[in-house]
């Protein structure tokens, strides 16, 4: 079975959401959400999915950037975005510190603001604590594009969208991106949306 996702303008997208108690998280009934928000995850393909996005005001999330989405992204992009494959992570109460600030821009998109995209201003590097589905206290330390999509998926538990952090003229949908700009590396943005 596969969740629904709330789209920008539902409530349970812009509220925080609710912390996970030792008991809730050992629930069936969560660990069984936490199954579903994974199986949701990969049919569309995404790489993050924040439970606000499936209706639940809970703060749990799951990551996962499997090496197939990258076969046609050029490797110049990869390298340049620091993407690398993440295997799966489910990321239960988690508090986010930036360790590099150095701000990095490129296209973003979310499952809950279907059919655009934007260009979004990420810190370089995060430190996310958290627990894992069991209760086991997790530390991730990412850089890259694993510290951006940490960045928006966290977001979604304190009811922010990337519309609320994108260079405002970057908004594009999603067909002119994957017409134009889904190959586009730092320097065309910066050329085109960073003047
Ligand atoms: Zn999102």
Redesign the pocket.
Known sequence: MLLKLFQAGHPVLANKAQKVSPEKLRDPKTQQLIDLMIDTLRDYP?V???AP?VGEDLQIIVIEDKKEYHEKVPKKLLSEQGREPVDLAVLVNPVLEIVDMTEKFYF??????DGYRAVVPRASRVVVNALDRTGKPVTVDASGWYARILQ??V??LNGT??VGRMVANSFISESMYSKDWNKAGFSLIKERFLR
């Open positions: 995404g993050g999915l924040a996005q973003e998109g979310c499952l809950s603001v928006h998926e977001d979604h969208l990337y």
